[in-house]
């Protein structure tokens, strides 16, 4: 059984100094790329984009587009008169703040072993910086950025840790894998309790015992604890436990900003993988058309309609019939989008009692609405699974 670990950048893998290391990299920003703008326009216009980043929940747009779209006006300058000066910065300055921060051999050690189990790796880290930033910060902490399954940053991500649809996006980006999946990380803000809200396992790494705590994380202690403790448990009770509506939320809302990633690391929407199975277009059409004619309408039948009957129709035949494949697939994943926008609307003013309202499903039988809303769920990381596969060939 193979262990998916998701585990946090600074200050689990790598000791940041953040009260050195944050000054002397917004230092370096106004004094390099961004030189003559005034301090009293930059460091605000800083702080706003951040903050923006920090509270959308937008899954149509990047970390990077909701900071960039305030941060450039409020200076008064062009991105494009000023990306040469970026990259620079990135690949001149931002090395020199390495000696600000510190590897840690414990996680060395540790990874060194997750990687001889088999465990599949990916990076948490909040991806409120670039690529680059991230992947510097990795070779910092002593570690080869090519041997992680997926490094977040604000390129290609959508949430911020603030909220529990990061971590759907994470394990979105990641195909949904299958069996047991851990977040490592040390803030019970930011690493523990979101994922705990999608229904993650969590270990809350500590460095030392003092800083034990009670909160809900899954385990908590060193790096050293957390390798005795993995090899003392049944993997098996550290897969997803995807029930409650704290869970769905989150999920639904990352299904749209996952798709999004995975269409720009498509090198052709319209391959098929064999004549009876669906290209990655006709998947996304095939999302576009099951949010309007199924999911929303079940939703607002199982409201307005006493223990209606909701049938499903079979949506295989809608591929060739409606011909999604010739169909435009990023129109039809914005639309997608648009309408899972207005869903989710619709689903997070549900109350209690609306949420026991009953139903009988042609297929599942007797329901509810909270369990109608779980097929969703499952839906979206059905086919969220298939286009990673579609994508990824070689790990099928």
Not at 44 to 61: F, K
Not at 75 to 98: A, C, M
Not at 342 to 367: C, M, N, V, W, Y
Request: proline content about 6%; some cysteine.
């Amino acid at each position: 059984m193979t262990l998916t670990l998701l585990l946090d950048l600074d200050d689990t893998l790598l000791d940041t100094n953040v009260p050195a290391f944050a000054p002397a990299y917004f230092s370096g920003l106004a004094s390099q790329p961004f030189k003559g703008i005034a301090t009293e326009k930059f460091a605000p216009a800083i702080r706003e984009g951040t903050r923006l980043m920090n509270e959308s929940a937008d899954p149509s747009r990047t970390m990077q587009d909701v900071f960039e779209s305030y941060f450039y006006p409020q200076i008064n300058i062009l991105k494009e008169s000023v990306i040469k000066d970026v990259e620079h910065f990135y690949d001149e300055f931002f090395p020199t703040l390495r000696n600000l921060t510190s590897h840690r051999p414990d996680a060395i050690s540790f990874m060194d072993w997750a990687f001889s189990m088999g465990y599949k790796v990916a990076i948490a880290t909040d991806p409120l910086l670039p690529r680059k930033a991230a992947y510097q910060r990795l070779q910092w902490a002593g570690f080869d950025p090519k041997k992680f399954e997926l490094i977040s940053s604000f390129e290609d991500f959508h949430f911020s840790k603030t909220y529990p649809a990061y971590y759907a996006e994470i394990l979105g980006r990641l195909g949904w894998p299958q069996g047991p999946v851990l977040m490592v990380g040390n803030d019970p803000q930011r690493d523990i309790s979101p994922a705990k809200k999608i229904g993650l396992a969590t270990y809350h790494l500590i460095s030392d015992p003092a800083q034990r705590s009670e909160h809900e994380a899954s385990g908590q202690g060193t790096f050293s604890d957390l390798r005795s403790w993995l090899e003392s448990i049944d993997l098996k009770m550290l897969e997803p436990d995807i029930k409650a509506m704290d869970a769905f939320i989150p999920i639904l809302t990352a299904t749209p900003a996952a798709l999004s990633s995975l269409v720009n690391s498509a090198s052709t929407l319209k391959l098929k993988p064999a004549s009876d199975e669906w290209a990655f277009a006709e998947i996304l059409c095939h999302f576009r058309d099951v949010e309007v004619e199924i999911n929303t309408d079940h939703i607002l039948r199982t409201l307005k309609e006493q223990d209606p009957f909701l049938s499903l129709p079979d949506t295989h035949q809608w591929a060739e019939k409606r011909k999604y494949v010739n169909q435009n697939a990023t129109t039809a994943l914005q639309d997608f989008i648009t309408k899972r926008m207005e869903l989710i609307s619709l689903i997070e003013k549900l109350t209690e009692d609306q949420l026991k309202r009953t139903a009988r499903h042609s297929i599942f039988g007797p329901t509810n609405l909270q369990e109608i809303i779980a097929f969703m769920v499952e839906h979206d990381r059905l086919h969220v699974h298939q286009v990673w596969k579609l994508l990824n060939p070689s790990n099928n």
